[in-house]
């Protein structure tokens, strides 16, 4: 469920905040409602691992957060940070491979996986379901 996975992004984010200190700053915010709906395995720490590793090349403070949305039939999930970012309109895939295998696992599911990042601004990614896709809100 998504609650499961955002246990699971939760966990991994006090093992890095206790790695980082007080170079990293997180927030969770995904409506309770929310909790029940039945997502793939990994398909949202990966994305907040991404983050961290690629994102966090340079001298904090860091921000991360994952925010959930639900409504006009469809369901969210979005990943921000501000890192260093990199330019998304030449991203053809080749270079970052976890993000082309989260497309391809997000296209097996029905879903859409957007990116936002510009080199120096952050990133984000959105992964977003219609309701009638999934078995929970």
Known sequence: TLGEEIDHCEKYLKCMKIRHGDHLNYEIEVPNEMLGIVVPK???QPLVE???KHGFEVSGPWRLA????AGSGEWS?????????FDAAQDAG???VGLSIMRERAYRIGAELALESKPGQG???RLALSHRRDSGV
């Open 42 to 44: 990994l398909v949202i």
């Open 50 to 52: 991404n983050s961290i």
């Open 66 to 69: 994952v925010r959930g949305r």
């Open 77 to 85: 999930i979005e990943v921000s940070d501000n890192g260093i970012g």
């Open 94 to 96: 080749d270079t970052h």
């Open 123 to 125: 990133t984000r990614v």
